[in-house]
Each structure stands twice: as C-alpha cells, then as structure tokens.
C-alpha cells in the first residue's frame, strides 16, 4: 500500500496551492483519511480530516476558513486546497489513511489524532515565502 503525495512548492503569502494524495495498493472508500504537516524542529500535527464519504471534514484551528479537504474515492485520492498561505504554514505536509473501516465513526478525536492513521505518504514540502 502507498499513498503519494504531490503538489507542494514554494508560493508567496497570500497565495494558494493544491496538494493531491493517490493511493495505491488497495482502497479507502471506508476510512478516515487526513493531512498532517511538520515544521522543522516541531511535531507532526494535525491539519484536517474527512470521514469515509466526504460528508464530514474536520479543521485545525489555525486553517479553518483557509484550508479545504476533499476525497475522490472514485479516483482513490485525497486532496487539500490551500488558500491565503502564510508562512507559518511551511512545512512537509504528510497525508494519512486509517486502515480501519471508520463508516460508523462518530468521534472527533478519532480524526484529529495522528495514531488513528496506519498509513502514511511520504511528505510533500510546502514553503511560504513572506
């Protein structure tokens, strides 16, 4: 199983970028899959989350209003827009998906938390230049 992400880069504050996460290897049209991102010297924390049918998505504070998670599980991908960058938002922003089917999931820590998730992409760097 792998999980790729792509779409990272360098943009000025203000701006916006778009990263995609294909999976490949099996499905994940059941289960909980998120963002996380880690700063240089920090810990991966968490960024968003969206339940198994797109239905429910979750934000940390600091990208409500800014970010977007969406999932198109016809195309096996998760996808995170970003929007009004800023430079506390440089870091590697890692994609996650739980290997457990999460349909009937209701809690919300079961999403924020990052040991919730089995499988985990291999990082894309997202650099805001001020």
């Known amino acids: 199983v792998q999980l790729q992400a792509s779409g990272g880069g360098l943009v000025q504050a203000g701006g916006s970028l778009r990263l995609s996460c294909a999976a490949h290897?099996?499905?994940?049209?059941?289960?909980?899959m998120g963002w996380f991102r880690q700063a240089p010297g920090k810990e991966r924390d968490f960024v968003a989350a969206?339940?198994?049918?797109?239905?429910?998505?979750y934000y940390a504070d600091s990208v409500k209003g800014r970010f977007t998670i969406s999932r198109d599980n016809a195309k096996n991908t998760l996808y995170l827009q970003m929007n009004s960058l800023k430079p506390e938002d440089t870091a590697v922003y890692y994609c996650?998906?739980?290997?457990?089917?999460?349909?009937?999931?209701?809690?919300?820590?079961?999403?924020?938390?990052?040991?919730?998730?089995?499988?985990w992409g291999q990082g894309t760097l997202v650099t805001v230049s001020s």
């Open positions: 969206v339940n198994w049918s797109g239905g429910a998505t």
């Open positions: 996650a998906a739980d290997a457990t089917n999460t349909r009937y999931r209701s809690n919300t820590s079961g999403y924020t938390n990052k040991r919730s998730y089995d499988f």
């Open positions: 290897g099996r499905t994940f049209n059941n289960n909980a």
